[in-house]
């Protein structure tokens, strides 16, 4: 191992000691129809969440749930809006540079490497995305959009107070990416990963469940990602 590799190792053990949160995955025997109805959503709620970089109070709450059974990871986001900014777009367009959107980043071996970027917007245009790698250990960023998570789905829904979301992620795709090491996770099991949301209203804010102490790669930081843990 290389000098630098092994730095950066070390930096990643240290961050993961030192700052990542834990944060429950509940498991759920609820039927969940993916609608962007959260009235009947049971899990409970996390946030809000904060300016991505700094942990600063941000101008519109946002709060997100997660729940889980044996086939599926299930994500809430209530996102409080007065200005919803975006519109219907076909499947992968870069909403995230446009468009309100919610986002979740998940790696389940925790390597920092082949992880998962997923994007939904206020009219449930989403995006999915395979990074395959952001370091220079690794090769420097290379990313595929043509990635597709089978049997992934999404659908957001306005209200009063801005936008709900809810999607699915199936596991059995999760295993299918090359180098993800994935094992599907039982209770106890921790998947490393955060959630976003760009809001592109009065004032455009990232925002995130965790927040990150380095500037680098925007919200790409798997070192300082939040610990996600299975639980009953």
């Not at 993961?16 to 039927?31: A, G, L, M, R, V």
């Not at 220079?136 to 089978?150: D, K, L, R, V």
């Not at 994935?182 to 955060?194: A, Q, S």
Request: hydrophobic letters at 30%; proline letters at 4%; glycine letters at 6%.
């Amino acid at each position: 191992m290389k000098v630098s590799s092994f730095l950066y190792f070390l930096v990643f053990l240290y961050s993961i000691n030192t700052y990542s949160q834990t944060f429950p995955i509940h498991k759920t025997n609820d039927k969940i129809t993916i609608d962007g109805d959260l009235t009947d959503w049971k899990t409970p709620f996390l946030g809000p969440f904060v300016i991505h970089n700094s942990g600063e109070k941000s101008t519109q709450n946002t709060m997100v749930s997660l729940s889980w059974n044996d086939e599926n990871l299930y994500i809430a986001y209530r996102s409080k809006d007065s200005k919803i900014i975006g519109k219907s777009q076909p499947k992968d367009s870069k909403i995230y540079e446009t468009d309100d959107l919610v986002e979740m980043f998940i790696d389940p071996d925790g390597d920092g490497k082949n992880y998962i970027e997923i994007g939904v917007n206020a009219f449930s245009t989403y995006y999915d995305m395979l990074l395959k790698c952001i370091s220079p250990e690794c090769g420097g960023w290379n990313t595929s959009m043509e990635y597709t998570i089978s049997g992934f789905e999404a659908v957001s829904k306005t209200t009063t107070e801005g936008f709900n979301t809810e999607i699915k992620i199936p596991f059995s795709s999760l295993a299918k990416i090359e180098n993800g090491n994935f094992t599907k996770p039982k209770t106890g099991t921790k998947w490393k990963g955060n959630t976003f949301r760009i809001d592109y209203g009065n004032t455009t804010e990232y925002l995130a469940l965790q927040s990150y102490k380095s500037l680098k790669f925007g919200f790409h930081q798997p070192a300082e990602f939040a610990v996600f843990e299975f639980v009953e």
